[in-house]
């Protein structure tokens, strides 16, 4: 039987790090993988995330399974961190595996309530979203997003494209710090989407997998909890992985605001039996050590100083990155690179030169030219500014 299977295609950023470990060369720089390193290159266990678990090892008296929407502190304490206060009333919740897991649940759902939803997602998104969709037999379609021209987002082909989303169809957006391109919508573009949302009847998905990353933990909720107040029914998956630098331990929600409490109560059913179907009891010890934090004002104050740090180490990045390469250029067509936000930038140059920084200068990025800034430091950011120029970019 075994044999009978057919070799899958493996994800192109996750093949990327085998590649990076292989090259031998002195000074190789790695772009690729959005996990957030420091200058040193480590990708740090936060302190408060520390503080967390030594207080869990120390307290912690059994480790029975817990609920099967996971620990009701968790689902309250992250809720809020997204959506700013808790809409007791409307507000379904379970804890995931990851914020993949929660993307996964959210299309299960969606399809549970739709057998023929269809989903609309950004032209160019995060691979798996289309490769979850792929598996899952769930067609979609693209919606017009980057503007290969401004390195912004094209915003009026993106409302025309949304607009053909019906009742019942589901359009999945990035909620802050969009992955791959790093441009995002102000949010006065964002009431333009809740308005169309609102005449349509198509519900958002909105995937926050960056929140803090960007422009601050609440201003990077601000286009989510727009959406959340102004439009009937909203699907949330957020994920902790990258703003508690908790990859490993899977940890994320997803929240299904409905507009009737019975809504609420079936939303919240179907997600757990889905919880159910799939893995059972989600993971708790992240989970745990997300509620730690956020239930204690020093452990918070602590983490969201830290996570401030993050954000602005990046900012600095871009800024210094982008400077370089308007004295080189002699030109302000990089100037993008300090508008984009989070942990990305779509550079919009070719494969072939994508491979030449490869070749010629060991940097290492997607193949469709995004690159991690949290890759570089102050003295690698002449580095990839001078690559960039000569690969003729
Ligand atoms: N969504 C986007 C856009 C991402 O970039 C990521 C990052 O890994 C995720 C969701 C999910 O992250 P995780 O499953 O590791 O929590
Ligand atoms: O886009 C990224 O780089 C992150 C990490 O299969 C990631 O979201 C990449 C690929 C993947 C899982 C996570």
Redesign the pocket.
Known sequence: MLTDLKAQSPDKILMLIEEFKADTRQGKIDLGV?VYKDPQGVTPVMRAVKAAEQRIWETQTTKAYTGLAGEPDYRNALATMVLGDLPADRLASVASV???GA?RQALELARLANPGVRVFVSNPT?PNHLSIMAFMGLPYTEYRYFDAETRGVDFDGMKADIAQAGKGDVVLL?GCCH?PTGANLTLEQWSEVVAILQKSGAIPLI?L?YQGFGDGLDADAEATRLVARSLPEVLIAA?C?KNFGI?RERT?ILIALADTTKGRDLAQGSMAFLNRQNFSFPPDHGARIVSTILMDDALRADWAAELEEVRNTMLGLRDQLAAELRDLSGSDRFDFIRHHRGMFSRLGATPEQVQRLKTDAAIYMVGDSRLNIAGLNRDTVPVLARAIIDAGI
């Open positions: 959005g990851g914020g993949t993307i995060w990035h992955n995937d997998a994920s992985s990859y994320g």
